[in-house]
Structures are given as structure tokens and as C-alpha cells.
């Protein structure tokens, strides 16, 4: 069964901190995976999006990390924000004909002062 | 920038009314989503549509139908909204292929007492 798993649940850091979010997947066969962050309140946007062939791909203090061996990606923010704070979901594509996205519940991040 | 738009924020219904909640994409975009996003279980897809009165269900299709007359506009009905339909509702809109970004309108938080 196609399936995203995210860990942790929700995690709380100091501004300043570095955090490191993870994503497992057992989609088959995988297209792609992107990443996206949605405010409280607010729909979700992309971060970023990785696709087979590619390790790591960066957007601002956001990188993102895909090892399809493992089928694992990782999240990293760098000297966080407050406006960080919000919660981060991994979502999978399959190439599998009929097959829609496939949605991790997400990492509530909480940055605090 | 593409913009999603949705007709209501907040919306409170009694339990057997019908309710409309209406979408609207101003980029021409030939894909649209219903999702519904509840605390725990993460984005799950209620209905899509690839073109004008052409629909497709997704995971939980049952107690909602959909409606696409115009490119632009893609409504959700709930034929006889039920307590368990209270949730937070998102539309998302993206243009065809499999790597195309799914852009999200805000949301509207629908209350059925």
C-alpha cells in the first residue's frame, strides 16, 4: 500500500536552532516528492520538489535531502525563524497510472523566542 | 502569482442543509482538487477534475459531489451535511503533467452543528 510517513508528530525548537524533519515512503513506482509548508489558517505551498535523480536541492535555510534507495527525505531549516513555525508536509507522487498524491499528516513545527 | 480563491473562510451549518463551497483559479489551470484536512489525518482528496465537467473521485468521495461548468470554477456540494463533515476544506488548482505544483487556496473551516 502506497503510504507517507512523517516523523516527528510535532516538535518544538529555539529561534536560531537548526531542525531536521523526516519522510519516509513506500510508493511505487515513485515520480517525485515535494515538500510543503502551510501557515495556521493558510492553504499549503511548495518548498520544494525532488525528483529520482536527485539528492539534494536547497531553498534558502530549507534543504531538502531524497535517498530513493531508502525511500527516505529529510527536511533541514537552518537558523530558524519564528515564521517557521507552521506545519511541514511531504507528499509523493507515484507514476502509476490512476494513482493521485499521496500525503503525509506533516510536522508541526513550533519556533519559540 | 496564481491565485486560488474560495467563496468562505468560515462557514456554520445545520446538519441536513445542503452546502455549496465554491473555487475559483485565475491561471488557467486545466487540474482542480477538493481536499478535506482534519487534525491527525492529514490532507485526504475528495474529489479532482483534468477538464470542464469532467470529474474523477478521490479517497472519500462519499457525502459530496463536485461540479465544473467553467475551467475556472470548481464547486463542492454537500448534498446533506452531517456533523462528520466538519472540517477544514481546501481547494487546490495545477496545471497537467505529473510534476506540476498543486497551488491551495486558503481554505474554508465549514462548522455542521
Known amino acids: 500500500k502506497n503510504q507517507v510517513e512523517q516523523s516527528p508528530q510535532s516538535l518544538i525548537i529555539l529561534e536560531g536552532k537548526n531542525c531536521t524533519l523526516q519522510?519516509?515512503?513506500?510508493?511505487?513506482?515513485?515520480?517525485?516528492l515535494r515538500w510543503y509548508k502551510q501557515d495556521t489558517g493558510r492553504g499549503p505551498v511548495s518548498l520544494t520538489i525532488?525528483?529520482?535523480?536527485?539528492n539534494t536541492k536547497s531553498n534558502g535555510r530549507y534543504t531538502a535531502t531524497l535517498d530513493a534507495d531508502t525511500k527516505q527525505s529529510s527536511l533541514h531549516i537552518t537558523a530558524s525563524q519564528l515564521s517557521d513555525s507552521a506545519s511541514y508536509i511531504c507528499?509523493?507522487?507515484?507514476?502509476?497510472?490512476?494513482?493521485?498524491?499521496?500525503f503525509g499528516k506533516g510536522t508541526t513545527l513550533s519556533v519559540s523566542s | 502569482d496564481v491565485k486560488v480563491t474560495q467563496s468562505s473562510r468560515y462557514l456554520v451549518k445545520r446538519t441536513g442543509e445542503k452546502v455549496f463551497l465554491e473555487c475559483v483559479q485565475d491561471?488557467?489551470?486545466?487540474?482542480m482538487f477538493w481536499y478535506r484536512q482534519d487534525p491527525g489525518l492529514g490532507l485526504r482528496l475528495i474529489y479532482f477534475?483534468?477538464?470542464?465537467?469532467?470529474?474523477e473521485k478521490g479517497d472519500i468521495p462519499e457525502g459530496y459531489s463536485v461540479s465544473r461548468e467553467k475551467k475556472e470554477r470548481f464547486s463542492l456540494i454537500l448534498e446533506s451535511a452531517s456533523t462528520n463533515q466538519t472540517s477544514m476544506y481546501l481547494c487546490?488548482?495545477?496545471?497537467?503533467?505529473?510534476?506540476?505544483?498543486?497551488?491551495f487556496g486558503p481554505g474554508t473551516r465549514l462548522t455542521v452543528t
Open positions: 491561471m488557467d489551470h486545466e487540474n
Open positions: 519522510c519516509n515512503y513506500t510508493v511505487s513506482p515513485f515520480s517525485n
Open positions: 507528499v509523493v507522487r507515484s507514476n502509476q497510472a490512476g494513482t493521485a498524491l499521496i
Open positions: 525532488m525528483t529520482f535523480s536527485e
Open positions: 477534475s483534468y477538464d470542464v465537467k469532467m470529474k
Open positions: 487546490a488548482s495545477s496545471l497537467a503533467g505529473g510534476m506540476r505544483e498543486q497551488y
